[in-house]
């Protein structure tokens, strides 16, 4: 991944440590336009960067601080909110309560994508600290000689010298598709969660590592008006400032509402884009296509209709090898998608996704009342999992109930008091964090990827609506028609309705009928689990896939997983479904990149 790279250790003072870093970070240059830079280098630390020539890397310098940002703080001059910083750092003594106060209140007026790095030319200290959502994933090693901050996955686990993974990360990882909190797969990396500080000394010890904000969401107000109307200008106001960091705006749209309002809200900002839609290799023009051909039309965006075809073996080795696991095989259609984009637009473009719309407007804790936090985990596994957890078990060598306790303690952890709000959190921090912004960070070796709906101002302000008001997508519908009333009529195309409609309302209150009622909810998915595992062409090709995977990388596998059984639950018939082969293919493929 393009990004900064920051190692800390006394070892600096011997050029050969020097140059193995520096050759570690030549190693993940992955196209031909990127270029490794030293951005600082003395005898505690060094600073790098890897990165193609459009991607956002800036050093700004004070009297004092050296700044070293990656990424945008978007709607400012990065000077004067940097300048800002200085002056909170410059107030309050290292490691005051103070200091953390002031930072954590910048952090939380600050929009932005980015990480930072910081040092004090005065007495030799340096600050990391990325933004209130963590939205350009980051990682964390903390050795026993040296400390590794870092944007690619790859150094971080260079930097453990040990490139294992943990079995209990590994079981979180085929059960849902992400793992959970600030773990990764690999033991002893960990991902930085949003508002973390880290402080360094001037000789070669840490001194702290904090995390300033977890946003808690059971602290709620009812919505009015006049903030249903706010939220429509700060979601124009985060398109336009996003906008303005690039040469040219370029959207993803599908049939869905999500990019349909992002779309909108760029027409409302006066901003041109260029519109990308994909058609399937199942439909020549599928529902998706003809809502997004309605959506450009009516905002008078011109629009590029991609064909696709089957995932290539070569894309999900880019997936892998980008991300070593943290993203699956089954997104390898973005590299064609988005080197379709760079054909007609170059790397300095910025590309706007729908992505956080599911989680941020719509209700997401459920109506079903929890009366304990085993029945949440059991809901959790219940709805979010996509592979059986006895399965995952098995293939793990662990027992159910350490999965599920594992579970439970990352519960236990997160701020909110109400249960219900709890499995808000789960969908939020766990599944948006951890599983969609590793995506989006995939797309940041392209082009530089963003969106909206987690602009903070707005994200903070969407997520006061109570969960009441967002029941059954009504919220939503009021959104959506203020900003533009033609989209509000336009079907989605996932459910073949407009959300203006009382159909579309009558079907999310029929989707909440059977949430209240677990037993009714049951009895459907009995009626309809015959369907969810259907034997395909594609389910078949991706068998062969494993089994050929599993015995070119028989020794890596077999350190991580009971080969046996998980060979014995390939050749059932019916198999596991699309999604969770394409997780155990993930993994196989990442631990034999990862032992390279």
């Known amino acids: 991944m393009p990004g900064l790279h920051f190692f800390f250790s006394r070892n600096f003072q011997n050029p050969d440590h020097t140059i193995q870093k520096l050759q570690l970070c030549k190693q993940v240059i992955h196209f031909a336009d990127y270029s490794s830079h030293t951005l600082f280098q003395d005898d505690n630390c060094l600073l790098c960067s890897t990165r193609y020539s459009a991607y956002p890397v800036e050093t700004f310098r004070t009297d004092r601080f050296s700044f070293y940002l990656e990424g945008y703080i978007y709607g400012n001059s990065h000077s004067s909110a940097l300048n800002a910083l200085a002056m909170i750092l410059c107030r309050n003594v ?156 370029v959207i993803g749209l599908s049939g869905g509402h999500d990019s349909r309002v992002v779309a909108a809200a760029l027409h409302r900002a006066h901003v041109p884009a260029l519109a990308y839609t994909w058609i399937g290799e199942e439909a020549s023009d599928s529902m998706e296509t003809a809502c997004a051909r309605i959506v450009a039309k009516k905002l008078e965006f011109p629009l590029e209709t991609m064909r696709g075809s089957s995932i290539e073996k070569a894309d999900m080795a880019w997936v892998v090898r980008l991300k070593l696991g943290l993203v699956p095989t089954s997104t390898g259609f973005a590299f064609p998608f988005f080197n379709t984009i760079l054909e007609t637009s170059s790397r300095a473009s910025v590309y706007f996704s729908g992505d956080g719309g599911d989680k941020v407007l719509p209700a997401i804790a459920p109506l079903r009342k929890f009366h304990s936090t085993d029945q949440v985990v059991s809901f959790i596994i219940e709805r979010e999992s996509i592979c059986d957890i006895e399965i995952v078990a098995q293939i793990c060598g662990l027992d159910r109930t350490t999965i599920e306790s594992n579970i439970g303690y990352t519960l236990s952890t997160y701020p909110e008091t109400n249960l219900s709000e709890k499995v808000a959190h789960f969908r939020i921090y766990e599944r948006g964090f951890n599983w969609l912004f590793e995506g989006e960070d995939r797309n940041r070796s392209l082009l530089w990827v963003c969106t909206p709906f987690y602009s903070l101002p707005f994200f903070r302000a969407a997520m006061e609506i109570s969960q009441r008001k967002k029941q059954y997508h009504r919220f939503y519908r009021r959104f959506l028609t203020r900003m533009n009333r033609d989209m509000a009529e336009i079907p989605d195309a996932n459910r073949g309705l407009p959300i203006a409609s009382h159909k579309y309302w009558l079907r999310f209150a029929a989707i909440g009928l059977l949430e209240r009622n677990p037993r009714l909810l049951s009895f459907f998915k009995r009626r309809l689990k015959s369907g969810a595992f259907v034997t395909t062409n594609k389910a078949s090709y991706l068998v062969d896939m494993l089994e050929e995977q599993i015995t070119k990388r028989h020794a890596s596998v077999i350190a991580h997983m009971d080969i046996d059984y998980l060979q014995s639950v390939l050749k059932k018939n019916p198999p596991l479904s699309e999604t969770a082969l394409h997780n155990l293919l993930t993994l196989v493929m990442a631990t034999g990149e990862m032992n390279q």
Do not use: H
């Open 94 to 249: 290292q490691e005051s309560s103070a200091q953390d106060n002031e930072i954590r209140a910048w952090l939380l007026t600050v929009d932005g994508d980015f990480v930072l790095f910081i040092r004090d030319n005065d007495t030799g200290f340096w600050y990391c600290l990325n933004d209130a959502l963590s939205r350009l994933p980051i990682y964390y090693v903390d050795g026993r000689e040296e400390i590794c901050v870092t944007r690619e996955i790859k150094i971080a686990i260079e930097s453990t010298r040990r490139k294992t993974l943990s079995q209990q990360a590994l079981a979180q990882y085929l059960l849902f598709g992400f793992t959970l909190g600030s773990t990764t797969m690999f033991e002893g990396v960990d991902r930085l969660r949003g508002s973390t500080v880290i402080r360094f000394g001037d000789n070669g010890s840490i001194t702290t590592k904090t995390t300033l904000t977890t946003f808690a969401f059971d602290q709620i107000e009812g919505s009015t008006v006049e903030k249903e109307d706010g939220l429509v200008e700060l979601f124009v106001q985060a398109c336009k400032a996003r906008a303005a960091v690039g040469k040219q705006a």
